[in-house]
């Protein structure tokens, strides 16, 4: 059986959409074997919580349709291309070649098994505490605001919390801190799990803050001076005749 090594990405997945492309015909040929497949493991087997039960049903539901070869890349491709799926991939797939029945079928195990394929994929990976989701609502109390943070646990159970604007921050620093004291310690293939794009977006909001903390201390700064020299001249009236 072929090993699972499914892969998350952010944007279109040219590497995962390639093999699903070129066996486009394969696939549509066993749709039914490979609905049958996603159903019976990922619907009824309550227990499952990696992919090779899986990928040993898809397996099976190809061969001997798709090279020994081939089959791999294809299941790797398969799960995840469902697993990323996102409705603005729809042109770009058909773009890269895939026709409109592969998409559409691509697209319906996604509204079918999505849900429960990310987060079985996720207990795997990061056990049963890993976040999905994270909302949070800005309010006010006693003239001080705070943050009303959700947290949503493995799509079932929700989490809140509150946090001031400083201990929000406190956060931050603080799972920076851990990413890089994980790179020391475990080691640089940690970077392979990070976008430079989603950090350098940080940085820019970074940036941005510093900048409006520079300019509002600067403006503070100088309304304080202006109402120093009016308690001056108040208090130092011109001498008259």
Same mark, same amino acid.
């Given at each position: 059986m072929s090993e699972t090594e499914i892969e998350t990405t952010d944007a279109f997945p040219e590497d995962?959409?390639?093999?699903?492309?070129?066996? @486009?015909?394969?696939?549509?040929? /066993?749709r039914d074997s490979i609905e049958r497949v996603f159903e019976n493991? +990922?619907? %009824?087997?309550?227990?499952? /919580?990696?992919?090779?039960?899986?990928? =040993?049903?898809?397996?099976?539901a190809l %061969?001997?349709?798709?090279?020994?070869?081939?089959?791999?890349?294809?299941?790797?491709?398969?799960? @995840?291309? +469902?697993?990323?799926?996102?409705?603005?991939?729809? @042109?770009?797939?058909?773009?890269? =070649?895939?026709?409109e029945e592969l998409v559409s079928f691509i697209s319906d195990l996604k509204l079918r098994y999505g849900v429960e394929l990310t987060?079985?994929?996720?207990?795997?990976?990061?056990?049963?505490?890993?976040?999905? /989701? *994270?909302k949070t609502n800005v309010g006010v109390r006693s003239n001080r605001v705070y943050f009303r943070n959700e947290l949503t646990i493995d799509f079932e159970r929700e989490v809140d919390f509150n946090s001031g604007p400083e201990s929000t921050l406190v956060l931050v620093d603080h799972f920076l801190r851990?990413? %890089?004291a994980a790179k020391n310690t475990i =080691?640089?293939? *940690?970077?392979?799990?990070?976008?430079?794009?989603?950090?350098?977006?940080? !940085?820019? !909001?970074?940036?941005?803050?510093?900048?409006?903390i520079d300019e509002y201390q600067a403006e503070d700064k100088v309304? @304080?001076?202006?109402?120093e020299d009016s308690k001056q001249v108040q208090a130092d009236p011109e001498e008259t005749e």
């Open positions: 995962l959409a390639e093999p699903l492309v070129e066996n @486009s015909t394969e696939i549509m040929a /066993n493991i +990922i619907k %009824t087997d309550k227990v499952f /919580n990696n992919m090779e039960k899986l990928s =040993g049903g898809l397996e099976l %061969t001997p349709q798709v090279d020994q070869d081939e089959i791999g890349p294809l299941i790797n491709g398969l799960i @995840s291309t +469902i697993v990323n799926f996102d409705p603005d991939y729809r @042109s770009e797939f058909e773009e890269y =070649g895939a026709d987060q079985r994929l996720n207990r795997e990976w990061k056990g049963r505490d890993w976040w999905s /989701n *994270i851990q990413i %890089t =080691g640089e293939d *940690i970077l392979d799990s990070i976008r430079k794009e989603q950090v350098e977006e940080i !940085h820019d !909001h970074v940036s941005d803050l510093l900048e409006e309304e @304080s001076g202006s109402e």
